[in-house]
């Protein structure tokens, strides 16, 4: 699990909507910048897909600084969300999540598979991470990551 000044908690339920809240607020400049930013639909996206079970929150001491969710599939892991407040960006919080996961498909012999929006700072953080672009279409990048890839 994640080291030093963060654990990672399961979601329940009742915290939908305070982790819809942190994907509109980190996604915004994202979207904002291709025209796409509606927070009514990020909002309904993320809840009308939403599953306790496979979500995970970053907590800090100051709180919730963001939360991933991981669909587990027979044949690879997707890392459907990962999205942190930008309060906490760039103190390493994602990476951890990444590093962490990326043990946990090595053990598993899986890859993870995941989709960020075309233009968003997320492609130069996946491509650090060691994710190989797969495909892009108008809207989103495809990436893999593979064990010993």
């Given at each position: 699990m994640l080291r030093k000044h963060c654990r990672i908690e399961a979601a329940s339920v009742s915290d939908a909507e305070?982790?819809?809240?942190?994907?509109?607020?980190?996604?915004?400049?994202?979207?904002?910048?291709?025209?796409?930013?509606?927070?009514?639909?990020?909002?309904?996206?993320?809840?009308?897909?939403?599953?306790?079970?496979?979500?995970?929150?970053?907590?800090?001491?100051?709180?919730?600084a963001g939360f991933f969710v991981v669909r587990r599939r027979s044949d690879h892991?997707?890392?459907?969300?990962?999205?942190?407040?930008?309060?906490?960006?760039?103190?390493?919080?994602?990476?951890?999540?990444?590093?962490?996961?990326?043990a946990e498909a090595v053990s598993a012999g899986l890859s993870i598979r995941l989709m960020a929006l075309n233009g968003s700072p997320a492609n130069a953080f996946y491509l650090s991470c060691g994710f190989r672009f797969v495909s892009q279409d108008a809207l989103d990048t495809i990436y893999i990551w593979a064990p010993g890839a």
């Open positions: 305070r982790l819809a809240d942190i994907r509109v607020e980190a996604m915004r400049p994202s979207l904002e910048a291709v025209g796409r930013f509606d927070p009514v639909r990020a909002r309904e996206r993320f809840l009308g897909s939403f599953v306790a079970a496979e979500t995970r929150i970053i907590k800090v001491e100051e709180g919730i892991f997707y890392l459907d969300h990962l999205y942190v407040s930008p309060a906490f960006q760039g103190q390493g919080l994602g990476r951890l999540v990444v590093e962490d996961l990326k």
